[in-house]
């Protein structure tokens, strides 16, 4: 039996999900990934220049910050992982480091990213003009329009963004539309996926070059807890890739791990298992495999998929993940700001409004929880008047 | 050795007698006329046909099948629909589908291949499953005659070409050049490439298709392939009102010019 979360096999296999769907064209390119990868990370100087990037220039490690004010409003113990004060202000820059590094390794020049909030997009500009790489960001269209600072910042940093219009126009078909991309110039291009999502080795890649986050966590927590450990360890799940890191911190403890879905994209709560953007896992589909569009506040949770890895941890019982609808997450998003002085992205507050709704019932008074603070907030900002206006 | 089904039986005999294949791509579900657009391909020279069952997330499709999906799809069509439709046609050419793996996935495999076989549909071309994810498909489609068309493309490596060639049936599918289906101004030298690897390893009739776009283009694939699949610019013909008469137009330029050589 293979470690949870641990080293998923050639084939990129969690249990019945996973794998590769792929067209041919970019097979070559996978396993050449899955090469690549495989001798980078068992590479001491790979290892040592992430991590040196990681701490001089993402500003790694991230603090836990033990929340006073609002352990005595919801009555358990809480603590944050502060995710949102990495450089780029999401967890999604320690992926990209981590690819960069990759593509000049492969000797490829350019990368090109999906991405749905637009931190993914920011953090793969980041690294892209740290490196000197030529970029470019797939966003649909209505995101373009909610995620407007995020656009500006990419264009700053030297990307192009180019706006999606087919389909539902938000992070599935970005996603759709990086593939096609990739399969046209994959010879030069590296395609930077920002979450643990699609065709092997991304899955497990990304979730490798996001353990840095459940690494640092629980030598914090021990510090924290006298060597011991949270109860409950919560993060928000779009394809799942900073739920990843800080479960995989914990994945060998007893720690109940929770993942918190957008209702309108919970694709463990509502979907059932089918094979979409180069993996199978759970996904919101109708009858006859149609994929559904998903619909959430958070452009990061706008996805109908969900990462293998996720679908398996769900199915064999270590991890839960349930859903939490836009009001909860409007709540929590106001509630954080005022007790803690933190205002979190609309995503990670899906974490925080699962907690707000759970303490006192699942989660028994007293216990101790940590929570992946993904992001920061301002992004969502400019959403976030539009819908409080005069209610603040 | 297996024993060639009705589609690969087809195509070598037609390939015997000296011709090169032709074989064009329509989107199953495209306005009311779309089963009279393949009886019309197929009058006008058509020896096979792919017929596209629509899906959501079409990767391997450029944006004229993207539009042409889009609309057969907001026109209300299933897969369902669709494959009842084809086992009421007798096109008089053996008919593969062409769809995404998914609407494959989660209609079962041994449903979904025993639907098309009722239904007469000979083969099945699957272009986001690699050999590598196909067996539980491939079980099923064997046990019940449907012929699965693998796909290679130019970035495959000798090792899996040569397998891809082995578990392929009907025909081998060369992907022309490095990029999704599109009408592209001219023929991509990949394409005559990928060709020659083909022929160099297998006997079954090799058909080039994605960026075919004129019946130039056809011929010079055809210097080494056995034939051709052309998709978008029938489509492009379609989505611009061209109907079965259009359709039927075009494919006869495409026959003229690769008897003519
Ligand atoms: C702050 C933040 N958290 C979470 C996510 C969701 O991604 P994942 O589930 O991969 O962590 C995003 C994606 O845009 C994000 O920006």
Redesign the interface.
């Known amino acids: 039996m293979a470690a949870v979360m641990g080293e998923p096999g050639p084939?990129g296999r969690f249990g019945d999900f996973g794998?590769?769907?792929?067209?041919?064209?970019l097979?070559?390119?996978c396993d050449e990934l899955d090469r690549e990868f495989r001798s980078a990370w068992a590479d001491p100087e790979f290892r040592e220049e992430y991590e040196r990037i990681l701490a001089d220039f993402a500003g790694r490690p991230t603090p836990v910050t033990e929340c006073a004010r609002l352990s005595e409003e919801l009555g358990v113990r809480v603590l944050l992982k502060r995710e949102d004060l990495a450089h780029t202000g999401s967890h999604k820059i320690n992926n990209v480091v981590g690819q960069a590094l990759l593509t000049r390794r492969m000797g490829k020049h350019r990368v090109i990213a999906e991405t749905g909030a637009g931190q993914h997009g920011v953090a793969t500009a980041t690294a892209a003009a740290l490196f000197g790489l030529e970029c470019v960001v797939y966003m649909g269209e209505v995101d373009v329009e909610r995620q407007a600072l995020n656009v500006f910042r990419m264009r700053l940093l030297g990307a192009e963004v180019r706006p999606v219009a087919?389909?539902s126009r938000t992070l599935?078909?970005a996603v759709?539309e990086a593939?096609?991309e990739w399969?046209?110039?994959?010879?030069t291009t590296h395609y930077c996926l920002g979450s643990v999502m699609g065709p092997h080795p991304f899955p497990w890649m990304v979730r490798e070059l996001q353990r840095v986050v459940g690494t640092e966590a629980n030598e914090q927590c021990r510090r924290l807890l006298d060597g011991g450990h949270p109860d409950v360890v919560v993060a928000c799940v779009g394809g799942g890739s900073n739920a990843a890191g800080i479960f995989s911190g914990f994945a060998d403890t007893d720690a109940q791990l929770v993942g918190v879905e957008a209702a309108g994209g919970a694709a463990i709560g509502h979907g059932?298992?089918?094979?979409?953007?180069?993996m199978?896992s759970y996904?919101l589909?109708d009858?006859?495999?149609?994929?559904a569009e998903a619909h959430s506040i958070s452009a990061g949770l706008d996805y109908p998929g969900v990462g293998p890895e996720h679908a398996h941890l769900a199915a064999t019982g270590r991890a839960r993940y349930e859903p939490v609808d836009d009001a909860a997450v409007l709540d929590a998003f106001q509630l954080l700001s005022r007790t803690e002085g933190i205002i979190p992205a609309f995503e990670s507050a899906h974490a925080v409004a699962w907690l707000m709704r759970e303490a006192g019932r699942s989660v028994p008074r007293g216990s101790t929880v940590l929570i992946n603070l993904s992001g920061r907030g301002d992004k969502d900002a400019a959403q976030a008047m539009d819908l409080l206006g005069d209610r603040l | 050795m297996t024993e060639a089904g009705p589609l690969e039986t087809a195509l070598r005999r037609r390939r015997a007698e000296g011709a090169k294949l032709l074989v064009p791509y329509v989107t199953g579900g495209l306005g009311q006329d779309w089963p009279a657009v393949i009886e019309a391909v197929v009058a006008a020279g058509a020896d096979a046909v792919e017929v596209g069952i629509p899906?959501?997330?079409?990767?391997?499709?450029?944006p004229v099948i993207?539009q042409a999906s889009?609309r057969a799809?907001a026109g209300g069509t299933?897969?369902?629909a669709i494959i009842d439709t084809l086992g009421r046609l007798r096109p008089g050419a053996p008919t593969a589908v062409m769809t995404y793996?998914?609407?494959?996935?989660?209609?079962g495999h041994r449903r979904m291949a025993s639907l098309l076989a009722d239904a007469g549909v000979a083969g099945a071309i699957l272009?986001?499953?690699?050999?590598?994810?196909s067996e539980d498909w491939t079980a099923a489609a064997d046990h019940f005659g449907v012929e699965t068309v693998?796909?290679?493309?130019?970035?495959?490596?000798d090792t899996?070409l040569a397998a891809?060639c082995e578990r392929s049936r009907g025909f081998v599918y060369g992907?022309g050049l490095?990029?999704?289906t599109g009408q592209r101004a001219a023929l991509a030298a990949s394409a005559s490439i990928m060709a020659k690897r083909l022929k160099a390893v297998t006997d079954k009739p090799v058909l080039i298709g994605v960026g075919i776009s004129t019946p130039d283009q056809a011929v010079e694939a055809c210097l080494e392939a056995d034939g051709v699949v052309v998709g978008s610019a029938l489509i492009r013909r379609l989505l611009d009102g061209g109907g079965p008469e259009g359709a039927a137009e075009l494919v006869a330029e495409f026959r003229a010019a690769l008897d003519a050589g």
Not at chain 2, 101 to 107: P, S
């Open positions: 084939q794998g590769r769907y792929v067209p041919e064209s097979v070559e390119a087919s389909g599935k078909d759709n593939l096609r399969v046209a110039t994959v010879e059932v298992p089918g094979v979409v953007h180069g199978k996904l589909q009858e006859a495999g149609q994929v | 899906f959501s997330d079409p990767v391997m499709d450029g993207q889009a799809l299933t897969p369902g793996y998914n609407l494959i996935f989660r209609g272009p986001d499953l690699p050999l590598d994810e693998m796909l290679a493309a130019p970035t495959t490596t899996r891809i992907v490095m990029g999704v």
